[in-house]
C-alpha cells in the first residue's frame, strides 16, 4: 500500500521543515514541500498541524527476562505493542549466555521467543556470562548473525559478573570483529560487601538499595571499563548511566577521542532516591538506582544530554508487578522484608517519547530535534541501523509517528498497554499525544486503537557503530 502524509511538520535530528511524505512499499520514497508534487497514492492522512517524527528507537530493554524466581512482566508480544503505543518503533534487546552454555545457543532461544511476536522491528545484543575460549571463538558466529554487540556486567558477582580480564578478553576479541562492547558499570564486589553489611544491621527497607550503590561505585566501574576499552581498541557503551561522576568519567574519555557513549533512561531524568522511601518503594528499585537530586545527579544527567556528554536516552524497560502477576505470581513483592530479593527495573517503553518530549521539549530543556537525536538517530547510529531507522528520509523505513504537540495528557496505568499494574509516572502530566503511529508505512496505531498484528516486527541484523571517530 502506498500512502501520502500531507500538510505536516517533518522533524529529524537535523532539523524541521513543512513536508508532504509519500511512502510505497514501507519507505519513503518522495519529500516535497506542501502540494509540490500531485503524488497519487491509496491512501492519505491529513498531518496539519503536526509533527511528523521519526519512529523512536528504544536500544534497551528487557521482555520476558528471568530473574531470580520469576520473568518480567512483559513478553516479546506485550511489551512491544506498548511501545508501539509509545511511539517507538524499533527495540534491541538481550540474547544471553547461560553459564556453562553456548553464545550461539542463546542467541537461538531469544529468536526463538521473540519470532512471529513482535509489534515492532527488533535487533538483539549478546549478553556474555561465562567468558571462555569457546564463547570467545564463539563471538564472530554472532556477529555474522547481525548482532554486533556484546553486554558484559561488573556487577551481580555469581551470576552474571566478569572480572577486568574476561572483559578485556572480550573487547579485544570484539575490536577484532567491528563489535561494540555494552557495560553495566557498577563495583559488584564493593556493593555485595554493603548490601551484606546492611542486612547484618537489619536495614532492609527499599531506600538501603541506593544507600548500597553509591555514585562512586559506579564511577569506579566506569573508569574501569573506559580504561579497558581505551587499551583494547574496543568502542564502548556504558548503559543505564545515574551517577554525575560517572558521567564525568565519559564526558572526559570522549575529550580524548575515546570512543564511548552514554546512555541514560527516564527514571533517572524524572525520578530521584525519594521515590524509594515511599511506602511502595520497590516499584522503584533498579539498577543502577535513583540518585538524590540534592547532589545534583539529575541536573548533571540533562546537561550532558543537551551538551552531548550523553548520546542516547533508552528505557532499559524491565517491568515487575507490585501485587501478584496473574501468570507469574508474586514478582516485587519478594522482597517485602529484604531490599535484596525485590528484582531490579522499571517499566517505560511506553512512556519514554512523551515524557522526553514534554520536559525536553515543551519546558525547554532540549529542543526537538535534540530530543529525535536522542531517542531516535543516535540510537540507530551507534547500533548499526541509520538511516533505515531512526530518520525520516527518502529510502528510509517509513517508521513515522504523528505528534500533536498541543495536546495534554496525564500518565496513569489505568490508560497505559504494558503488562504490569503500575507506572512510575502515576499522574504525572504530560503537554503532546500519539495520534498515528506507521511502521514501514503500515499504521500499528491508529485513531486510538492498536491496529496491528503480533509478528508485524522483523528481526534487525546490525551493521558497525556508524558514530565512530
Same mark, same amino acid.
Given at each position: 500500500?502506498?500512502?501520502?502524509?500531507?500538510?505536516?511538520?517533518?522533524?529529524?535530528?537535523?532539523?524541521?521543515?513543512?513536508?508532504?511524505?509519500?511512502?510505497?512499499?514501507?519507505?519513503?520514497?518522495?519529500?516535497?514541500?506542501?502540494?509540490?508534487?500531485?503524488?497519487?497514492?491509496?491512501?492519505?492522512?491529513?498531518?496539519?498541524?503536526?509533527?511528523?517524527?521519526?519512529?523512536?528507537?528504544?536500544?534497551?530493554?528487557?521482555?520476558?527476562?528471568?530473574?531470580?524466581?520469576? #520473568?518480567?512482566?512483559?513478553?516479546?508480544?506485550?511489551?512491544?505493542?506498548?511501545?508501539?503505543?509509545?511511539?517507538?518503533?524499533?527495540?534491541?534487546?538481550?540474547?544471553?549466555?547461560?553459564?556453562?552454555?553456548?553464545?550461539?545457543?542463546?542467541?537461538?532461544?531469544?529468536?526463538?521467543?521473540?519470532?512471529?511476536?513482535?509489534?515492532?522491528?527488533?535487533?538483539?545484543?549478546?549478553?556474555?556470562?561465562?567468558?571462555?575460549?569457546?564463547?570467545?571463538?564463539?563471538?564472530?558466529?554472532?556477529?555474522?548473525?547481525?548482532?554486533?554487540?556484546?553486554?558484559?556486567?561488573?556487577?551481580?558477582?555469581?551470576? #552474571?559478573?566478569?572480572?577486568?580480564?574476561?572483559?578485556?578478553?572480550?573487547?579485544?576479541?570484539?575490536?577484532?570483529?567491528?563489535?561494540?562492547?555494552?557495560?553495566?558499570?557498577?563495583?559488584?564486589?564493593?556493593?555485595?560487601?554493603?548490601?551484606?553489611?546492611?542486612?547484618?544491621?537489619?536495614?532492609?527497607?527499599?531506600?538501603?538499595?541506593?544507600?548500597?550503590?553509591?555514585?562512586?561505585?559506579?564511577?569506579?566501574?566506569?573508569?574501569?571499563?573506559?580504561?579497558?576499552?581505551?587499551?583494547?581498541?574496543?568502542?564502548?557503551?556504558?548503559?543505564?548511566?545515574?551517577?554525575?561522576?560517572?558521567?564525568?568519567?565519559?564526558?572526559?574519555?570522549?575529550?580524548?577521542?575515546?570512543?564511548? !557513549?552514554?546512555?541514560?533512561?527516564?527514571?533517572?531524568?524524572?525520578?530521584?532516591?525519594?521515590?524509594?522511601?515511599?511506602?511502595?518503594?520497590?516499584? /522503584? #528499585?533498579?539498577?543502577?538506582?535513583?540518585?538524590?537530586?540534592?547532589?545534583?545527579?539529575?541536573?548533571?544527567?540533562? @546537561? %550532558?544530554?543537551?551538551?552531548?556528554?550523553?548520546?542516547?536516552?533508552? @528505557?532499559?524497560?524491565?517491568?515487575?508487578?507490585?501485587?501478584?502477576?496473574?501468570?507469574?505470581?508474586?514478582?516485587?513483592?519478594?522482597?517485602?522484608?529484604?531490599?535484596?530479593?525485590?528484582?531490579?527495573?522499571?517499566?517505560?517503553?511506553?512512556?519514554?517519547?512523551?515524557?522526553? !518530549?514534554?520536559?525536553?521539549?515543551?519546558?525547554?530543556?532540549?529542543?526537538?530535534?535534540?530530543?529525535?537525536?536522542?531517542?531516535?538517530?543516535?540510537? %540507530?547510529?551507534?547500533?548499526?541501523?541509520?538511516?533505515?531507522?531512526?530518520?525520516?528520509? #527518502?529510502?528510509?523505513?517509513?517508521?513515522?509517528?504523528?505528534?500533536?504537540?498541543?495536546?495534554?495528557?496525564?500518565?496513569?496505568?489505568?490508560?497505559?498497554?504494558?503488562?504490569?499494574?503500575?507506572?512510575?509516572?502515576?499522574?504525572?502530566?504530560?503537554?503532546?499525544?500519539?495520534?498515528?503511529?506507521?511502521?514501514?508505512?503500515?499504521?500499528?496505531?491508529?485513531?486510538? %486503537? /492498536?491496529?496491528?498484528?503480533?509478528?508485524?516486527?522483523?528481526?534487525?541484523?546490525?551493521?558497525?557503530?556508524?558514530?565512530?571517530?
Amino acid at each position: 500500500m502506498s500512502v501520502l502524509i500531507t500538510g505536516g511538520t517533518v522533524v529529524t535530528h537535523a532539523g524541521r521543515w513543512r513536508a508532504d511524505v509519500l511512502v510505497r512499499e514501507g519507505t519513503v520514497v518522495g519529500l516535497a514541500a506542501p502540494g509540490a508534487h500531485e503524488w497519487a497514492a491509496d491512501r492519505t492522512i491529513d498531518a496539519t498541524g503536526r509533527y511528523l517524527l521519526p519512529g523512536g528507537v528504544d536500544v534497551h530493554t528487557h521482555m520476558e527476562l528471568p530473574m531470580g524466581p520469576t #520473568v518480567s512482566a512483559d513478553d516479546f508480544e506485550t511489551g512491544t505493542r506498548a511501545a508501539a503505543w509509545g511511539g517507538t518503533t524499533t527495540i534491541v534487546d538481550f540474547a544471553a549466555q547461560a553459564r556453562g552454555g553456548s553464545l550461539v545457543e542463546g542467541l537461538e532461544r531469544r529468536l526463538e521467543q521473540a519470532v512471529g511476536r513482535c509489534a515492532v522491528d527488533y535487533g538483539l545484543h549478546m549478553s556474555v556470562a561465562d567468558v571462555n575460549d569457546g564463547s570467545l571463538d564463539e563471538m564472530a558466529a554472532i556477529v555474522e548473525s547481525g548482532v554486533t554487540t556484546f553486554k558484559v556486567f561488573m556487577a551481580y558477582p555469581g551470576v #552474571v559478573f566478569s572480572d577486568d580480564g574476561q572483559i578485556f578478553r572480550v573487547m579485544q576479541t570484539a575490536a577484532e570483529l567491528g563489535a561494540m562492547v555494552m557495560v553495566h558499570a557498577e563495583n559488584g564486589l564493593v556493593i555485595d560487601v554493603l548490601r551484606r553489611q546492611a542486612v547484618e544491621r537489619g536495614e532492609t527497607d527499599p531506600i538501603v538499595h541506593t544507600l548500597t550503590r553509591p555514585p562512586l561505585t559506579e564511577a569506579e566501574a566506569t573508569h574501569r571499563a573506559v580504561v579497558l576499552a581505551e587499551l583494547s581498541g574496543c568502542p564502548l557503551y556504558v548503559v543505564h548511566m545515574s551517577a554525575m561522576q560517572a558521567v564525568e568519567e565519559v564526558a572526559a574519555a570522549r575529550r580524548r577521542a575515546v570512543d564511548v !557513549f552514554g546512555e541514560t533512561c527516564p527514571q533517572y531524568l524524572f525520578l530521584d532516591w525519594t521515590h524509594l522511601a515511599s511506602s511502595e518503594g520497590a516499584k /522503584y #528499585v533498579a539498577s543502577t538506582p535513583l540518585r538524590n537530586r540534592e547532589e545534583g545527579h539529575q541536573e548533571a544527567l540533562w @546537561t %550532558a544530554l543537551a551538551g552531548g556528554d550523553l548520546q542516547v536516552v533508552s @528505557t532499559d524497560h524491565c517491568p515487575f508487578c507490585m501485587g501478584d502477576h496473574p501468570t507469574l505470581g508474586p514478582q516485587k513483592s519478594l522482597g517485602s522484608h529484604d531490599f535484596t530479593a525485590i528484582p531490579n527495573g522499571v517499566p517505560g517503553v511506553e512512556e519514554r517519547m512523551r515524557l522526553l !518530549f514534554s520536559a525536553a521539549v515543551a519546558e525547554g530543556r532540549m529542543s526537538l530535534e535534540r530530543m529525535v537525536e536522542v531517542c531516535c538517530a543516535d540510537p %540507530a547510529k551507534i547500533f548499526g541501523l541509520y538511516p533505515r531507522k531512526g530518520t525520516i528520509a #527518502v529510502g528510509s523505513d517509513a517508521d513515522i509517528v504523528i505528534w500533536d504537540p498541543d495536546a495534554e495528557d496525564v500518565i496513569t496505568v489505568d490508560t497505559n498497554h504494558m503488562n504490569v499494574d503500575y507506572t512510575a509516572y502515576e499522574g504525572r502530566e504530560v503537554t503532546g499525544r500519539i495520534e498515528t503511529v506507521l511502521l514501514r508505512g503500515e499504521p500499528i496505531v491508529a485513531d486510538g %486503537a /492498536y491496529v496491528g498484528r503480533p509478528g508485524d516486527g522483523r528481526f534487525l541484523p546490525r551493521g558497525r557503530n556508524q558514530l565512530l571517530r
